[in-house]
């Protein structure tokens, strides 16, 4: 079993950043794939960026590439969301999930995650 924690969001206006982290407990090795999804009202669970824990293949969506940055911290087993020049429209609740050895082609299939965070919402200001 894993549980994940998520922490760091909150309101900021537009063109500022947010940090978001993840704390993964529980059965984790380096096979696991840590994705941060986000659920806008209205909209379907997308996939924001995702990793490997072992490796460093890393997924951005076109959306938040060149702002994001997805990475981890091994030694606190906690994964990172850097977010810059945020945008009205990455309003949201975003979500860490995670699944072991799961293959790059479905990394965002969000159904086949078997972990997942309770949600952090983040609220960008025009």
């Known amino acids: 079993q894993v549980q994940l924690v998520e922490s760091g969001g909150g309101l900021v206006q537009a063109g500022g950043s947010l940090r978001l982290s993840c704390a993964a407990s529980?059965?984790?090795?380096?096979?696991?794939?840590m994705g941060w999804f986000r659920q806008a009202p209205g909209k379907e669970r997308e996939l924001v960026a995702a990793?490997?824990?072992?490796?460093?293949?890393?997924y951005y969506a076109d959306s938040v590439k060149d702002r994001f940055t997805i990475s981890t911290d091994n030694a606190k087993n906690t994964l990172y969301l850097q977010m810059n020049s945020l945008k009205p429209e990455d309003t949201a609740v975003y979500y860490c999930?995670?699944?072991?050895?799961?293959?790059?082609?479905?990394?965002?299939?969000?159904?086949?995650?078997?972990?997942w965070g309770q949600g952090t919402q983040v609220t960008v200001s025009s």
């Open positions: 990793l490997r824990w072992s490796s460093g293949l890393i």
């Open positions: 529980g059965r984790t090795d380096s096979s696991y794939v």
């Open positions: 999930a995670a699944h072991p050895a799961l293959s790059s082609s479905y990394w965002n299939t969000p159904q086949l995650y078997a972990y």
